[in-house]
T-cell receptor
Framework: AQKITQTQPGMFVQEKEAVTLDCTYD???????LFWYKQPSSGEMIFLIY??????QNATEGRYSLNFQKARKSANLVISASQLGDSAMYFC?????????????FGDGTTLTVKP | DGGITQSPKYLFRKEGQNVTLSCEQN?????MYWYRQDPGQGLRLIYY???????QKGDIAEGYSVSREKKESFPLTVTSAQKNPTAFYLC?????????????FGPGTRLTVL
């Protein structure tokens, strides 16, 4: 079974609007971390935001927030006030502490295009 | 500035040749990783190392080999046994294997087999 599922291969958003990128995960490990990375066309991977499985509040980093719904095993990324520079591929990743020796598993990604 | 460097940026290989991709970090991180990315796909783990002189296979280790003789360096060798090596290779490091540590990535190496 896929551990990280990103169901949106591509998304479009108008500049200055908000957009939600979906991520669901599967784990039986009670201790895990969830990450979002951005990959522009240059190929580099840029860390955006982290959510721990025991964190009580949703993580926020500037225009990025993570909508963490633990019971649903969902960790959606919300980008507010989209900018043209947000056009990129976005990856959700999970790291399980106890069951997977700290390895990270990545989803297949969502390509976001911001329209002017 | 601290970071991860990968070289070369582009690499061309003839079939049957082994090639080595370099990855160096000056972040003093214990853990290092190699990923493969095919066009339009996510990252797949090849090998990872959580400490010097120790490394483990990831999900797609066949046809690849690594070494971790120094904390700063984690070179990846793509051997002739790798049937379809053309891909984008990313090296990453993190402070440790615990879940709260994000990975820092290098700029990547694009390998093309001619």
């Amino acid at each position: 079974a896929q551990k990280i599922t990103q169901t949106q291969p591509g998304m479009f958003v108008q500049e200055k609007e908000a957009v939600t990128l979906d991520c669901t995960y599967d784990t039986s490990d009670p201790s895990y971390g969830l990450f979002w990375y951005k990959q522009p066309s240059s190929g580099e991977m840029i860390f955006l935001i982290y959510q721990g499985s025991y964190d009580q509040q949703n993580a926020t980093e500037g225009r990025y927030s993570l909508n963490f719904q633990k019971a649903r095993k969902s960790a959606n990324l919300v980008i507010s006030a989209s900018q043209l520079g947000d056009s990129a591929m976005y990856f959700c990743a999970m790291r399980e502490v106890n069951t997977n020796a700290g390895k990270s598993t990545f989803g297949d990604g969502t390509t976001l295009t911001v329209k002017p | 500035d601290g970071g991860i460097t990968q070289s070369p940026k582009y690499l061309f290989r003839k079939e049957g040749q082994n090639v080595t991709l370099s990855c160096e970090q000056n972040l003093n991180h214990d853990a290092m990783y190699w990923y493969r990315q095919d066009p339009g796909q996510g990252l797949r783990l090849i090998y990872y190392s959580q400490i010097v002189n120790d490394f483990q296979k990831g999900d797609i280790a066949e046809g690849y080999s690594v070494s971790r003789e120094k904390k700063e360096s984690f070179p990846l060798t793509v051997t002739s046994a790798q049937k379809n090596p053309t891909a984008f290779y990313l090296c990453a490091s993190s402070s440790g294997g615990a879940s709260q540590y994000e990975q820092f990535f290098g700029p990547g190496t694009r390998l093309t087999v001619l």
